[in-house]
Nanobody, 124 residues
């Protein structure tokens, strides 16, 4: 079972990127998928969540209105569309999957599987 995060890159402030989280040996439908990020010298922080079973979506305040999470069941992929990127968004982005639904979807310890991370760099 693997999760693979991809789609990172180097962009300028104000531009967009779309990250993908795909499952290998894991059907993402029915799982809760979280996106987290970790900047150099900082702790990992929760960015966004989508609960496939109950349709819950949520975002950290820092990305609200700029990022959008979605799911393509046919592609077995969850996307994170990131618009109006800022230098503060620079980090390694990880996707994670959890099977047990709880309100603590912002807690990384809730997740069972993690992708390897994809680097997002936003220049000013």
């Amino acid at each position: 079972v693997q999760l693979q995060a991809s789609g990172g890159g180097l962009v300028q402030a104000g531009e967009s990127l779309r990250l993908s989280c795909s499952g290998s040996g894991l059907t993402l439908e029915g799982w809760g998928i979280g996106w987290f990020r970790q900047a150099p010298g900082k702790e990992r922080e929760w960015v966004s969540y989508r609960g496939s079973r109950d349709g819950t979506t949520d975002y950290a305040d820092s990305v609200m209105g700029r990022f959008a999470i979605s799911e393509d069941v046919a592609e077995n992929t969850v996307y994170l569309q990131m618009n109006s990127l800022k230098p503060a968004d620079t980090a390694v982005y990880y996707c994670a999957a959890r099977s047990v639904y709880s309100v603590r979807y912002y807690d990384s310890e809730q997740y069972e599987f993690w992708g390897q991370g994809t680097q997002v760099t936003v220049s000013s």
